[in-house]
């Protein structure tokens, strides 16, 4: 395991007193694009897609120790928990949403939006409904680097809501050009969603089973934005091609924790969810913060840990 010195860059006095351990640890090196970490605190373990080599790869928190999660693993991109403890997949390969029971077997929640085949489902989260929110944008279909070559049947990149009671699956946005990283604020009364391709991020408000007046809320100065995680102080992280970018509420750019390569996702994990895992192009790098990661009201954190 290799150490890395840390630097945090205070941009504005409201990132003042945010920090952690001097050094971070890359826990994981050798994938060819890193994506989707998330803790799962039954296990104490971070499991993450390998995307490229239709892989996921699994941290043991106890031993240090990486192996296999799943191979093949249809491509998987974005990762969750839901309420009782159960991995939710974007599976990018097979164009569907998927969920790990706890026996290891897969069941299949979602494939299609009125009868036609998703794009590459790309980052889930859920809520204290149990309903399921999620990305859909082409970049799977686009080649066969990260999925499966092919015609989009939708014709435009959604977000979604699955409801937990019937199954159906909902358009809750449609005006993106690559939707991306999502998170829910603690009390779920707002959504924030990344558009990846115009590099910004908005906020929904929140009504049921429907979004209302979005707003841009941040533009990204470095690259564009992929994953993105709230802290219980509601400010947002957010992966970027230079590291991890910390937004004040109010969409200002306060700090940034620097890494040494593309960051792609993050997710605050541990005991306390002050444990930061950072998924960056070929490497997973962990550092412990004096911050937590925001618990939502179905107490998970939108991705538990994560």
């Not at 290799?2 to 640890?25: H, N, Q, S, W």
């Not at 928990?81 to 029971?101: A, I, K, P």
């Not at 809520?127 to 399921?132: A, L, N, Q, V």
């Amino acid at each position: 395991m290799e150490t890395i010195k840390a630097r945090f860059e205070l941009l504005d006095p409201r990132f003042e007193g945010v920090g952690g351990d001097e050094c971070m640890e890359r826990i994981a090196t050798g994938c060819r694009w890193a994506e989707g970490p998330t803790y799962v605190p039954a296990g104490r373990y971070l499991v993450w897609s390998d995307i490229p080599n239709d892989r996921m790869l699994r941290w043991d928190e106890m031993t240090g120790h990486v192996g296999l999660f799943r191979s093949p693993a249809g491509y998987t991109n974005g990762h969750t928990l839901d309420r009782q403890g159960r991995l939710v997949s974007c599976e990018q390969g097979n164009r569907r949403l998927s969920r790990t029971e706890h026996d290891g077997s897969i069941t299949v929640l979602a494939d299609r939006w009125e009868g036609k085949r998703f794009n590459s489902p790309n980052d889930v989260v859920v809520r204290s409904d149990g309903s399921i929110w999620f990305t859909d944008p082409r970049y799977g279909i686009t080649s066969d680097y990260e999925g499966n070559r092919a015609e989009s049947e939708i014709g435009n990149d959604q977000v979604y809501r699955l409801d937990p009671e019937t199954g159906t699956v909902e358009v809750v946005a449609d005006d993106f050009v690559r939707p991306n990283g999502l998170a829910f604020s603690a009390d779920e009364s707002l959504l924030y969603v990344v558009d990846t391709r115009r590099k910004h991020l908005r906020v929904f408000e929140v009504h049921g089973d429907r979004l209302k007046n979005g707003r841009v809320v941040a533009e990204c100065a470095a690259g564009s934005f992929d994953g993105i995680r709230l802290d219980d102080a509601g400010r947002i992280w957010a992966a970027t091609h230079e590291g991890v970018h910390c937004f004040d509420p109010d969409g200002t750019l306060i700090g940034k924790l620097h890494i040494p390569e593309k960051v792609s996702n993050l997710v605050f994990g541990g005991l306390k969810r002050n444990w930061l895992f950072i998924t960056a192009s070929t490497s997973v790098y962990s550092i412990m913060t004096n911050v937590r990661g925001v618990v939502t009201a179905s107490g998970t954190g939108g991705r538990p840990g994560r």
